[in-house]
């Protein structure tokens, strides 16, 4: 398992530089990359790591319009923040 994780954490940092650069810091798609990001650090026991990249999704969750705090996207980030 370990080595697909580290092939998974190759994949979710083309796909976040690629949405950086496309979407911009603050789109829900680049959060969602970055949620998705902490939980596999979090499945690989990398916490601090996987704290830093849950709470950068949840600051953009929290700001986009079409997010916001009871949104189900932002419940799971919430959650994986939870499991730490």
């Not at 902490?38 to 996987?50: E, F, M, P, S």
């Not at 929290?62 to 705090?69: E, I, M, S």
């Not at 996207?73 to 499991?83: D, R």
């Amino acid at each position: 398992m370990w080595c697909r994780w580290v092939w998974d954490q190759e994949v979710y940092d083309k796909a976040l530089k690629i949405r950086l650069e496309q979407l911009g810091p603050d789109h829900q798609e680049t959060a969602s990359t970055w949620n998705n990001m902490g939980d596999n650090y979090r499945l690989q026991g990398q916490n601090d790591k996987a704290r830093d990249c849950l709470e950068e999704a949840l600051r953009i969750k929290l700001k986009c319009p079409a997010l916001g705090p009871n949104h189900p996207g932002t419940v799971t980030t919430f959650a994986n923040l939870g499991k730490l």
